[in-house]
């Protein structure tokens, strides 16, 4: 492939909202005495909010009550996400989104978040991307790989020219399934599907891309 895209996960991956994410699943959790830490959140990452729901609470089958378990998770999150300043977008991305535009690749946001226009708007970062792709427009949330598909789609790119950057298990999953090289943000443990593991968005560079563009050539 040759490299003409770059789509970047939001939650975790160019801010820190995962740990929003986190806090608010936390607070619903203690408030129904249910068990949930760190390691258990690490399967909620990138998976939407009803999916989420169904695995905090497993033994709920009634549709309703699990909406609105949702929205009261939702509405914790909304607030929080009201404090958002663009000081709270990570350290090397609009770097890295500035060196992209020069070499001419395209951009875009791949998230399962239906909150990604609030929290990009409170960024103010939402016009450096080409495109943007949420949870609010496709069926089927990641592992599946629906969300980047249609950010190809939406840049007119095939998914062999894509690079995604994502933080969560079900996201590196989702951009595998979609036939896309991915860069995982975290640990190699947690991420060992992954083609590339770094610590932060800060340590992708141009030169990263190359070689994993090069690596995945067929
Ligand atoms: C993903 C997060 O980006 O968005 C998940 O990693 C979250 O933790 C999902 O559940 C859905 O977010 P929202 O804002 O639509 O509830
Ligand atoms: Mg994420």
């Not at 090397?92 to 395209?106: D, N, P, S, V, W």
Request: with cysteine; net charge negative; charged share 25%.
């Amino acid at each position: 492939m040759g490299l003409r895209a770059v789509i970047f996960d939001l939650d975790g991956v160019i801010t820190d909202t995962s740990r929003f994410h986190y806090l608010c699943w936390k607070k619903l959790a203690d408030q129904y005495h249910v068990p949930f830490d760190e390691k258990f959140n690490e399967r909620f990452k990138g998976v939407s909010r009803k999916d989420c729901v169904r695995l905090l609470f497993p033994e709920i089958q009634d549709d309703a009550r699990l909406d609105e378990l949702a929205e009261q998770k939702n509405h914790h999150y909304v607030e929080m996400i009201q404090q958002i300043t663009p000081a709270d977008l990570f350290d090397g991305t609009q770097e890295l989104l500035r060196e992209l535009r020069a070499y001419g690749i395209k951009t875009a946001i791949g998230s399962a978040s239906k909150n990604t226009p609030l929290v990009l708007q409170k960024l103010e970062i939402a016009h450096w991307f080409d495109a943007v792709a949420d949870g609010t427009e496709v069926a089927h949330s990641k592992p599946a790989p629906d969300v980047f598909e249609l950010c190809a789609r939406k840049l007119n790119v095939a998914c062999s020219e894509c690079i995604v950057i994502e933080d969560a298990q079900a996201g590196v999953q989702a951009a595998l399934a979609a036939g896309m090289t991915v860069v995982g943000i975290g640990s190699q443990e947690l991420l060992p599907e992954a083609d590339w593991t770094v610590n932060s968005v800060r340590d992708v560079s141009w030169d990263l891309l190359n070689r994993l563009t090069l690596k995945n050539k067929r």
